[in-house]
């Protein structure tokens, strides 16, 4: 990232998520979003979502048998994450301002997908 200004704008982001959820802000309730996607999407297709927060619909997700690959930029909310996360979820530290780590995110998927998935993502 060669930008300051995108440089400062991120650094001040992931300051202000990370004293945010080092309160741990909980809601555990999961998103309409998520749930018609439990519903409805194959639970063989991995569950990729950039800016989990405290991870609410990932976690809704590994619980309905899903492999969960979830990014967001707050260290502190990807730590509680990793606390409890059962084994079929992977949190990690996302920049979506960084080509890489989004690119990061989608390969862990990719790799993590059976071959009789037989589907793409883009």
């Not at 991120?10 to 998520?34: G, I, L």
């Not at 749930?35 to 619980?63: H, Q, W």
């Not at 309905?64 to 996360?85: E, I, P, T």
Request: aromatic share 10%; net charge neutral; proline share 5%.
């Amino acid at each position: 990232m060669s930008d300051p200004t995108v440089k400062k704008v991120v650094t001040n982001e992931a300051n202000y998520w990370d004293t945010f959820y080092a309160h741990k802000f909980t809601v555990s309730v999961p998103s309409q979003f998520c749930c018609l996607t439990a519903i409805e999407a194959p639970k063989t297709r991995p569950f990729v979502e950039f800016g989990c927060g405290n991870g609410r619909d990932s976690m809704y997700m590994a619980t309905q048998g899903f492999r969960v690959y979830s990014g967001d930029l707050s260290g502190a909310a990807v730590a509680n994450l990793k606390k409890n996360s059962p084994s079929n979820a992977t949190f990690s530290v996302c920049d979506v301002s960084k080509p890489e780590h989004v690119q990061s995110l989608v390969d862990q998927a990719r790799a993590g997908a059976n071959a009789s998935d037989n589907f793409n993502i883009t």
